[in-house]
């Protein structure tokens, strides 16, 4: 016969006793009964609240404005870049910030400088509207004004 030790007095008491004989005290749930509710509360985590903590994740991500400014300030540099003459001359003064006007839309601001067709260094003024479509890809959509 299984026996396990009472909680309170120590007595010897049936396993599968809810209540000691010796001095009445409950012996609740076992160590098996505990993982039983953990191992159930898990489940319910992975199949309820594992899915809403992703969703939180990307909300996060969306709300972290700083971050997908940057995209949008790589998105506009490139955009920027196609309309030159001579790309690899491209010179961006540093810490350009896109400024964020909701929606993952940014508004990026500055200027360039790079040579013109006859070798000529020159600065050029843009201003782009960019909505940032996927961050992982620098896929945005991107319109400039120069
Ligand atoms: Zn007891």
Partial sequence: MDTKKCKKCAEEIKKEAKQCKHCGTKQGIGPCGVC?????LFILFVITGGGNSTQKNITTKVDNGKNDGSYAVVCAQNEV???LKSPSTADFPWGIQGTPLGNDKYLVSSYVDA????GAEIRTYFVCNVTVI???SFKCQTECAF
């Fill in 81 to 83: 870049e196609k309309s």
């Fill in 134 to 136: 996927d961050t992982k």
């Fill in 115 to 118: 040579e013109n067709s006859f």
């Fill in 36 to 40: 039983g509710i953990i191992f159930g």
